[in-house]
């Protein structure tokens, strides 16, 4: 079954960065979306950037746009979000996704975005 395996979390201050990786592995067909989540303690799961498979289009939401760049390295089967200028607010679990769909016309913004299958998390915790 497909698996996908985050790292790069970890404690820094205000204004800091990170490179947070999804490594994906145990696929046949590679998925038409991918994409972060984060979770903040008592608050609901937030789509944060995704990315088309096909052709490398990227959606941001308006939280971390500007600061955050979700990348592909197809090569190595990767995913990658580049954090810098990092907040207090920035602090949850980060989540990688996939998703599979079998239309022509589907959607990988993160407002239309229904990943298939999650990765475990990694923590980032900003401190001010």
């Known amino acids: 079954q497909v698996q996908l395996a985050e790292s790069g979390g970890g404690s820094v201050h205000a204004g800091g960065s990170l490179r947070l990786s999804c490594a994906a592995s145990g696929y046949t067909r590679s998925p038409s979306c991918m994409g972060w989540f984060r979770q903040a303690p008592g608050k609901e799961r937030e789509g944060i950037a995704s990315?088309?498979?096909?052709?490398?289009?990227?959606s941001y939401a308006d939280s971390v746009k500007g600061r955050f760049t979700i990348s592909l390295d197809n090569v190595k089967n990767t995913l990658y979000l580049q954090m810098n200028s990092l907040k207090p607010e920035d602090t949850a679990m980060y989540y990688c996704?996939?998703?599979?769909?079998?239309?022509?016309?589907?959607?990988?913004?993160?407002?239309?975005?229904?990943?298939?299958?999650w990765g475990q998390g990694t923590q980032v915790t900003v401190s001010s």
């Open positions: 996704a996939a998703g599979w769909s079998t239309y022509s016309d589907y959607r990988c913004e993160i407002y239309a975005f229904g990943p298939n299958v």
């Open positions: 990315i088309y498979i096909r052709g490398g289009s990227t």
